[in-house]
T-cell receptor, first 115, second 117 residues
Framework: KNQVEQSPQSLIILEGKNCTLQCNYTVSPFSNLRWYKQDTGRGPVSLTIMTFSENTKSNGRYTATLDADTKQSSLHITASQLSDSASYIC??????????????FGTGTRLKVLA | DVKVTQSSRYLVKRTGEKVFLECVQD?????MFWYRQDPGLGLRLIYF???????EKGDIPEGYSVSREKKERFSLILESASTNQTSMYLC????????????????FGPGTRLTVL
């Protein structure tokens, strides 16, 4: 069964510290993996997208890594800011031959950055 | 900037009522999606549309229908609302680039929090 699991469920860090969020998936065959940031009461916003041939992608202080062999991805946040407080969602898409869209969402990691 | 708007941020309806949720995007995207988001379950796809008047069922279509009469507008309809449809509803759109369309980024609206009493 195609699944996406994220850890930890929640995380509290102090402003200025770094943190790493994990995403493990069992989706096969794999097409691409995305990380989204969702502020409370808002829709998700895309941070990065990686295909199977990419193993790292950066967007400012956010760096995503992908290991397609172990089916793991991580999102590293450098020098955290209060505005980083949000839920971070990992989304994996399987490769399809029909062109049908499929996005499998993790349940997210809720990050709280404290001053 | 891509803009996806949803007709209401908060909505309260009674059991049995017919409910319409509207979504409009301004970037001429071919693909539009409706999801619901519940705590601990993540986003689940209800329906999506890849062209005007075209639709496909997602993972949880039961109790819902959709309408796409114009490219920019995608409506979600709850024919007879029930309490288990209380949820956050998110609309998204994306550009379709052909065979690699599954890599295209989805842009989400702000969501509609629906409560069915």
């Amino acid at each position: 069964k195609n699944q996406v699991e994220q850890s930890p469920q929640s995380l509290i860090i102090l402003e200025g510290k770094n943190c790493t969020l994990q995403c493990n998936y069992t989706v096969s065959p794999f097409s691409n993996l995305r990380w989204y940031k969702q502020d409370t009461g808002r829709g998700p916003v895309s941070l990065t997208i990686m295909t199977f041939s990419e193993n790292t992608k950066s967007n400012g202080r956010y760096t995503a890594t992908l290991d397609a062999d172990t089916k793991q991805s991580s999102l590293h946040i450098t020098a955290s800011q209060l505005s980083d407080s949000a839920s971070y969602i990992c989304v994996v898409s399987p490769r399809t031959t029909s062109g049908t869209y499929k996005y499998i969402f993790g349940t997210g990691t809720r990050l709280k950055v404290l001053a | 900037d891509v803009k996806v708007t949803q007709s209401s941020r908060y909505l309260v309806k009674r059991t049995g009522e017919k409910v319409f949720l509207e979504c409009v995007q301004d970037m001429d995207h071919e693909n539009m999606f409706w999801y619901r988001q519940d705590p601990g379950l993540g986003l689940r796809l209800i329906y999506f549309s890849y062209d005007v008047k075209m639709k496909e069922k997602g993972d949880i279509p039961e109790g819902y229908s959709v309408s796409r009469e114009k490219k920019e507008r995608f409506s979600l309809i709850l024919e007879s609302a029930s309490t288990n449809q209380t949820s956050m509803y998110l609309c998204a759109s994306s550009y379709s680039s052909g065979t690699t369309s599954y890599t295209d980024t989805q842009y989400f609206g702000p969501g509609t929090r629906l409560t069915v009493l």
